[in-house]
């Protein structure tokens, strides 16, 4: 869309800054109106709740997420509805000019930036009353540190961007946790509940409140089923007995008891006399009808196929968890493959022994060599029959024929390419056709 590198040169926050400054973007009205969603896993779909509990209250609500999947347009809707070409376009001229006029004074920007600040045009253009920003890396540098927001989250911490983000998890929670710039509270993820010690003194400098998930945001009586999962959610006087949520995994019930938490925080902060109101309602409204796909998504039900983009080893081992809580262990085939700049001995450590059956593949987008994930996947099962499908087109062939002729089930699992690939190309669609950024 824009042409310039993914990112800038060195940390963005001041030619951001005066980035926004210089489309008028009323940073007030932008903190006074947003959150912001950190983590390692977890992050889309929590915006997406978040955003869709938001909508349902009756807020004029913007979501920015990335990366997107099918669209570029994904990453910016208003009122759950993806900006248009037609929207875009005047917007991206605006942004250029900015950008033009700030590179003669030696600014150099990256594309990221600019879609971000584009985001923020939109959503000041449109009049939203809640806007929910999902973090690209970390929080410290990230774009949405200039937010401001005061009421933040850190979904879950993992092994990612170590060169980036820093060598412990300790490390990658303090920069994720700093995109709460201004003080205010950081909601964290269950998986962050062995961190709480360090997190309570890395936040007390900056005055940040800490709440986690299972502690001071209390979930329990979980049950799920294919169709949807349910449980009991608590937060100070806020008690909602039986809530229903439509995205599969049992992971997802971590994200939706922060996206909840985030929306009541927001709400007591911003409209305080609303707050009693109708707010349950639309929790459960928002949560029964949110859709986000590449999550333990359906794509198709004869043979039954199901997708998922998680590409960090804790977040491939919950999708799993929640694959086989939801359809059951029994009859699968795994379609696997990573990208090239991922640990592949890690990802098929973390599939490989729940499946018989496993066809190793490569994606087009970054694909690494299918004949190294099929050594991996041996060393991680060596009792499991491994086929290589060369090409994504193989591999969707492959399994399919095997999944009808042995009545079994498809799993396509290792990374966002493959799983989105394996989609487009098993709905008829071309891969090469697929743009990522």
Known sequence: ??????YGDGICLARLAALLDTLAIDRAWL???SVVVTGSNGKGSTA???AAIGHAYGQRTGLFTSPH?????ERIQVGGIEIDDGALT????QVEAAIAD???RGEKFGAFEALFALACLHFQDSQCDFIVFEAGIGGRYDPVRLVGARTTCVTSVDYEHVALLGHSLELIASDKSDACAAGGTIIYGENCRPLRAHLAEFNRGPGRTPLFVRDEVAIGNETRSPSAQHFDYGFGDRQFEHVELNLPGAFQVNNAAIAITLFLLWLQGNQPRRAAGDAEAAIRSGLRNVRWPGRLEIIQREPLTVIDVGHTPDGIRQALRGLIATHGPGGWILVTGTSRDKKADEIAG???PAFDT????AAHHKGADPQAIAAAARRGNPTANVHVGATMADAVRLSQEMARAQKRRVYVAGGLFLAIEYATVAKGGRMEELDFF
């Open 1 to 6: 869309m824009f042409d310039l590198p993914k």
């Open 31 to 33: 903190q006074r109106n």
């Open 48 to 50: 997406a709740m978040c």
């Open 69 to 73: 999947l099918f669209r570029f347009n």
């Open 90 to 93: 005047p917007l991206k001229r």
């Open 102 to 104: 700030l590179a003669r």
């Open 350 to 352: 973390a599939l490989a």
């Open 358 to 361: 496993i066809i190793c593949t």
